[in-house]
């Protein structure tokens, strides 16, 4: 498989820079230098990148699980649905396909969470025409139309407008200053190496995971193990993002405190 | 190049590396990057209502290092439910605009230069102090509860004047005078809680698609889950409402009012009104005689008997009201049968449509009217619901009273009583308060824009967190005539620049939503708290802070209206040792929380019309509540749905089923109103062929000046642009997007034509959204206005369209 040749070259130099309260901070410059001929267009350094280390059992050296993995990834599952149906190019390296794709899918909203907005004209007055192609998702050459995440909620453009209205001239746009959040990257927490990874966000409004992870979806975020259907029974969402989970609790602030932790003034 | 921020990046790089180095392959870097473990959301989540309309959704605010980065719906929330709109979702971009004003600036030699905030106040003050009487405050229903309630103490028992107003003036104002001449007391007895329970649903002329889109989901995705609900859409244009309703009637401009008797009329003559409710809790009620000339009658009537009632609707006949409306006699037929029905369950829904009208209070009450008379009423499913456009609408113009006739609570100025309430209330000496109704908004503008010597007596106009420059009626006689004035001087706090501040004398740049604690209070009565979570920009401060800065300065100058009768300020505060706390110096202000501070002062105004309000931290544990929040005997907070029914209202006696206890007419029971159709003051002519219809879009809330700065909305719907029919177009020879000129008797502005777009106006009718400061709308409407309500018509007048060249 093309996947097991060498397409990025590391180099790593380590620096030290300090030690933090609670814990190491490891800080390292990194220089990459692409592969040559066959070399993704992107390099490492313009990924969105993960925000956190990994917990401390999951790559330490000597680790059965983690030596395991590699044989894992080169030994597809038997029940395996060949990602290359959907886009054969997103199997030959499943990395850069996702960094596209998180990348595509940034363009089309303001923060993580965000509803996307519609990257090509719609009907103005029949709202119900977004069923056509996104109630089951379809591919039409190299376009994708998804499948809602959510259950069916009948007022479309209620949340998803188009990413540039038919009156949209050239005028210019009052600027903005926002950085709306991103998810660090590119899978959930692993409680081991091998084991099921808990989803990196919420349910809530994605109930559907074929939506994004089906064949209609995202290149590169494609299971190798489409025909298992019950997605839950194995993967959790992580509770940082759930609403329900007791974090959200809200503060009794008695006068003279900021209760933002935003420095009052 | 980086596209993350440093620290996640060289993280990143060290576990790749560390990775690479214990496997000594490059493949393992792959797989590192893939297996990362997320420590956890760096994102601190709090709650908050939404900023932009009177839905009153809550949202979660996601903060990292002191900027809001993310929102979700919030789930916890009884309104929406988690979900939210493309507005609620992009809120936190409003925050952003790179244009935000964060430094006072003053008017010299008719430049704006950078002043100090110490300038600033001192010139406020001495303004309002050099004329106490030509000074006018005009608010808004986006103030937070307690800025309203600190304005309207600051006017009207600090200065003792009525010269107050605000906004919701311009749009919820003939809402009021329905609740009022109908029973007695503002505000729906309903809640949103109808909409899930109703089986039929009304619009009188309401794209809530648009407009209320979190509401109009809990409508239709009802239908997904199964149960059948009947929408009835009717409206003068094709919205992406009629897109999802079973009936659309198309009426003309006006014809509400002929459609709401023709219900009446269809029930006396068959005979199948709710005898038993309307015996036991209604009175018949007409207007009485003009008391002069100039006036019209008085708004609350005089009783009228069945009979007459009956005589009146008579002649409104489905053939009738066809003729009138444009509404099929037929569909008239359809609609008395639907009211006549005791096993269905109906909900009307309004909001500009019915209010923005020269005939506004009229139409409220007539829908009231045919909903008590039916039987449709105080029933979950079973209600007249009038939705608001603004955040606060409700919470603080209307139920702080922070208008120029009403006290706190909903009480009047002009009464002698709620004034000498309202002086022991807030500790001022008796006599404070002026009897004489200050001037409502149009007026209070008119007045501001005519030379001083000919009767423009209000010289000085404060305008906090709102967009007049914009939104006003007849724009060039309302707001521009100012700016040749050179003794009128203009004060406007706000947070970016407008079409307000561009002839302002005096900016002040204001912190907004999550930069300040607040309380809003949305459609159904539910007062809801947050808190706040990051910086203002800049110089930026809060509205409340420059209102209580100004009367701290006025007390110093010495004008002894800012001292309550114990010679303390009226904005006295102290800590829990009872020392006092300077919150007129702003490195003090947060100090306590004067938002708390201020609605425990308003909270005891609240019972005075069984409106009560719970303590501030029931508000901070919840997602709102709603009026009247009654404390139980086991010490909690129970909160109202629907009023008047004794199912559900503790303020109605055991064995009465409904009591009206603010009755008008004094027997516990509504009114139901006679009102008859008339004709629009200004109709479409030869010269003047189309009427004109103003409204909202989507994507923007009100002026725009928040929505407009967001890409994801502004790249939607970037500007404004007049619908047309089709037929219209093709009769002129105008094509799509062809530039033209919609021209009144007051004004004209240039658009471009939009066919078979948003929405599809009937032949004759026009229609132009009022989001964009580029093209003023508001340079064209009319300012005639309901003679109760004073709220402009900004649905109908006569326009013209002129092809250039």
Redesign the interface.
């Known amino acids: 498989m093309q996947t097991?040749t060498?397409?990025?070259?590391?180099k790593?130099e380590?620096i030290w820079l300090g030690v933090l309260a609670g814990g190491c901070?490891?800080?390292?410059?990194?220089s990459v230098v692409g592969g040559q001929s066959q070399a993704s267009p992107l390099t490492?350094?313009?990924?969105?990148?993960?925000?956190?280390?990994?917990?401390a059992s999951?790559?330490?050296?000597g680790d059965r699980a983690?030596q395991s993995?590699?044989w894992r990834?080169n030994n597809p599952a038997p029940n395996l649905v060949p990602e290359s149906r959907a886009n054969p190019a997103a199997v030959v390296d499943?990395?850069a396909a996702?960094v596209r794709s998180m990348e595509q899918r940034a363009t089309l909203r303001?923060?993580?969470?965000?509803?996307p907005?519609i990257p090509h004209a719609i009907a103005?007055?029949?709202?119900?025409s977004c069923r056509a192609c996104h109630a089951e998702g379809l591919r039409a050459g190299d376009k994708i139309a998804k499948m809602v995440s959510h259950?069916?909620?009948?007022?479309c453009?209620?949340?998803?407008?188009?990413?540039?209205?038919?009156?949209?001239?050239n005028?210019p746009?009052?600027?903005?200053?926002?950085?709306?959040?991103?998810s660090?990257?590119?899978?959930?927490?692993?409680a081991w190496?091998g084991a099921p990874?808990v989803m990196?966000h919420?349910t809530?409004?994605r109930t559907n995971c074929v939506s994004c992870h089906g064949e209609h979806g995202y290149d590169g975020w494609r299971p190798d193990h489409l025909s298992r259907t019950n997605c839950v029974q194995c993967h959790v969402p992580?509770a940082?993002?759930d609403?329900?989970a007791p974090?959200?609790g809200?503060?009794?602030?008695?006068?003279?405190q900021?209760?933002?932790?935003?420095?009052?003034? | 190049?980086?596209?993350?921020d440093r620290r996640?990046?060289?993280?990143?790089?060290?576990?790749?590396?560390?990775?690479?180095?214990?496997?000594g392959?490059?493949?393992?870097?792959?797989?590192?990057?893939?297996?990362?473990?997320?420590?956890?959301?760096?994102?601190?989540?709090?709650?908050a209502p939404c900023r932009f309309c009177g839905t009153g959704c809550h949202v979660?605010v996601?903060?990292?290092n002191?900027?809001?980065?993310?929102?979700?719906?919030?789930?916890?929330a009884e309104v929406n439910k988690?979900?939210?709109?493309?507005k609620g979702?992009?809120v936190?971009?409003a925050?952003?605009?790179?244009?935000r004003l964060t430094t006072p600036m003053l008017r010299k030699n008719g430049k704006m230069v950078p002043i100090s905030w110490e300038e600033a106040i001192e010139t406020i003050a001495s303004k309002i102090k050099a004329n106490p009487k030509g000074f006018a405050l005009y608010g808004s229903g986006q103030w937070t509860i307690g800025e309203g309630f600190a304005g309207n103490k600051f006017m009207k028992a600090g200065l003792g004047s009525n010269q107050i107003d605000g906004n919701p003036r311009l749009c919820m104002s003939s809402a009021v005078t329905g609740f009022l001449s109908t029973f007695g007391v503002d505000e729906p007895p309903g809640v949103y809680d109808d909409i899930e329970a109703c089986d039929v649903a009304i619009m009188w002329g309401n794209n809530m698609?648009e407009m209320h889109?979190?509401l109009?989901?809990r409508l239709?995705?009802r239908?997904?889950r199964g149960e059948k609900v009947t929408i009835i859409d009717m409206t003068t244009r094709?919205t992406?409402t009629s897109?999802?309703a079973d009936h659309v009637l198309y009426f003309k401009p006006h014809g509400d009012l002929a459609i709401a008797n023709g219900i009446a009329h269809l029930m006396v003559k068959s005979d199948k009104y709710d005898k038993d409710f309307v015996a036991k809790h209604c009175n018949f009620r007409k207007l009485g005689p003009k008391p002069d000339e100039k006036s019209p009658p008085d708004m609350l009537g005089v009783p009228m008997t069945f009979e007459e009632f009956a005589a009146a609707v008579e002649p409104y006949t489905p053939e009738k009201v066809e003729e009138l409306s444009g509404v099929p006699a037929d569909k008239i037929r359809m609609l008395g049968e639907l009211f006549m029905r005791r096993d269905i369950r109906i909900n009307s829904f309004w909001c500009m449509g019915m209010n923005q009208h020269t005939r506004g209070t009229a139409i409220n009450c007539i829908v009231h009217g045919i909903h008590l008379m039916s039987g449709h009423f105080g029933k979950p499913g079973d209600a007249a619901t009038s939705l608001t456009g603004q955040p606060s609408a409700c919470g603080t113009v209307r139920e702080v009273g922070t208008l120029c006739h009403l006290l706190p609570g909903g009480r009047l100025v002009a009464n002698a009583e709620h004034r000498k309430e309202a002086e022991e209330l807030w500790n001022v000496p008796e006599g404070r308060i002026g009897a004489k109704p200050g001037y409502h908004t149009v007026e209070m503008f008119k007045r501001f824009n005519t030379p001083t010597d000919q009767g423009g007596d209000i010289t000085t106009l404060w305008v906090q967190v709102t967009n007049p420059g914009q939104t006003l009626p007849n724009l060039n006689r309302n707001f521009r005539a100012k700016k040749d004035l050179a003794d009128k001087f203009m004060i406007v706090s706000d947070v970016y620049p407008t079409a307000t501040t561009e002839l302002a004398d005096l900016i002040l740049p204001s912190a907004m939503w999550?930069e300040k604690n607040g309380m809003y209070g949305n459609s159904e009565r539910r007062t809801q708290q947050w808190?706040?979570?990051?910086?203002p920009p800049g110089e930026a401060r809060d509205d409340c802070w420059q209102l209580i800065a100004v009367s701290r300065r006025l007390m110093d100058l010495g004008m002894e209206g800012m001292k309550g009768k114990d010679g303390k300020w009226i904005f006295h505060t102290t800590?829990?040792a009872g020392k006092e706390v300077p919150i007129w110096d702003?490195?003090h202000?947060?100090?306590?929380?004067v938002d708390?501070r201020l609605f425990e002062e308003y909270r005891p105004f609240s019972t005075k019309k069984h409106k009560n309000l719970a303590p501030y931290?029931e508000y901070?544990?919840s997602r709102g509540l709603r009026w009247p929040v009654v404390e139980q005997p086991d010490g909690s907070w129970r909160e109202t749905r629907w009023r008047f029914s004794e199912f559900d209202d503790p303020y109605v006696a055991k064995g009465k089923g409904f009591q009206f206890y603010h009755s008008v007419s004094k027997d516990d029971k509504a009114l139901i109103w006679f009102r008859p159709h008339e004709h629009p003051p200004e109709m479409p002519d030869n010269d003047y062929p189309f009427w004109l219809c103003t409204g909202r879009v989507?994507?923007h809330w009100h002026s725009g000046s928040m929505t407009?700065?967001?890409?994801?909305?502004?790249?939607?719907?970037?500007?404004a642009?007049v619908e047309m029919n089709k037929a219209d177009a093709t009769r002129l020879g105008i094509r799509n997007n062809e530039v033209v000129t919609v021209k009144s008797r007051r004004g004209e502005i240039e658009l471009?034509v939009?066919i078979?777009?948003?929405?599809?106006p009937k032949p004759g009718e026009v229609f132009v959204p009022f989001f964009d400061e580029g093209k003023l709308i508001n340079l064209v409407t009319l300012d005639e206005y309901d003679p109760y309500s004073k709220q402009p018509d900004y649905k109908k007048c006569a326009v013209t369209i002129v092809r250039k060249g």
């Open positions: 097991k060498a397409r990025f070259r590391v790593v380590w901070a490891l800080v390292a410059a990194t490492v350094a313009s990924m969105p990148v993960p925000a956190s280390p990994p917990a999951a790559m330490m050296p983690s993995l590699p990834l499943k990395l996702r303001a923060y993580e969470g965000a509803p907005v103005d007055l029949n709202i119900q259950t069916y909620l009948t007022n453009t209620q949340c998803h407008v188009e990413a540039a209205g038919p009156l949209l001239g005028d746009l009052l600027p903005n200053s926002f950085h709306g959040f991103r660090s990257g590119y899978g959930g927490t692993r190496a990874p990196p919420t809530f409004m992580a940082e993002f609403q329900l974090t959200f809200l503060p009794d602030v008695a006068d003279g900021s209760p933002g932790g935003a420095a009052p003034r | 190049m980086l596209t993350v996640t990046f060289v993280k990143a790089s060290a576990m790749a590396a560390a990775a690479a180095a214990a496997s392959s490059n493949r393992a870097f792959a797989l590192t990057v893939l297996n990362n473990q997320p420590e956890g959301s760096p994102l601190k989540w709090q709650k979660m996601g903060t990292e002191g900027r809001v980065v993310a929102i979700q719906g919030d789930q916890k988690g979900l939210l709109c493309v979702y992009h936190g971009l925050l952003y605009g790179k244009d698609a889109p979190v109009f989901s239709v995705d239908r997904t094709r992406r897109d999802l999550v808190f706040k979570m990051v910086s800590d829990k702003w490195a202000y947060y100090d306590v929380n708390e931290q901070v544990k989507l994507e407009r700065r967001i890409p994801q909305l502004h790249r939607a719907m970037p500007k642009y471009p939009w078979g777009g948003r929405g599809d």
